[in-house]
């Protein structure tokens, strides 16, 4: 059981959290597959607590490495970038729009995922293993993931239509690679 304190293992505890996180990310696309968004979201919200204590975890016990770094992005990636933009279009614009619309609403959800793509890719390229600054330069994902889900919640509640719904995914995918100044936790 060693090797779950060891930085050069790709297991190390660190890891399986993030594995974890993975895995509730891949549970809640499946979930949106079969319309079921409420499980979708509660395995959200699963990965999104275990994205929090994985970087806790590597943190306290020194466990930091490239390999770590690149594996959080990607279960950042799934999580927090594709999961709520598939959860949306399937949600709200599939349910709302037809032809044109069906056609912005895909162009839209395009460039969210490209501009969370672009900002974890960054985000790698500008980050050192072990380190945190004290404010982050653009919103991050979960972030975006969070104002996300609350956009979702209001389509769903009736406070805001499809076409609001859609113009907030492109203010936060623009957020997403903004010089907005966001504090790190």
């Not at 949106?32 to 509660?42: D, E, G, L, R, S």
């Not at 209001?154 to 499809?162: E, I, K, M, R, S």
């Amino acid at each position: 059981m060693q090797f779950l304190f060891r930085s050069d293992s790709h297991f190390n505890l660190a890891n399986l959290f993030t594995f974890v996180n993975i895995t509730a990310g891949l549970g809640a696309t499946y979930c949106i597959t079969q319309n079921n968004f409420f499980v979708a979201i509660i395995l959200a919200w699963v990965g999104g607590a275990f994205d929090i204590f994985d970087g806790k975890i590597a943190r306290k016990y020194n466990l930091s490495n490239e390999f770590g770094i690149q594996l959080d992005s990607f279960a950042d990636f799934l999580s927090f970038v594709l999961v709520p933009v598939f959860l949306i279009f399937q949600a709200v614009y599939a349910a709302s729009f037809h032809g044109m619309w069906s056609v912005l609403a895909g162009a839209v959800s395009i460039y969210y995922v490209i501009s969370g793509l672009r900002r974890l890719i960054q985000f790698n390229i500008n980050s050192d293993a072990g380190s945190v600054s004290k404010y982050f330069v653009g919103v991050p994902t979960p972030l975006g993931a969070i104002l996300l889900w609350l956009v979702y919640l209001a389509n769903t509640y009736g406070f805001l239509p499809a076409e609001a719904v859609l113009a907030a995914m492109v203010v936060i995918g623009w957020s997403l690679n903004s010089t907005l100044k966001v504090p790190h936790p």
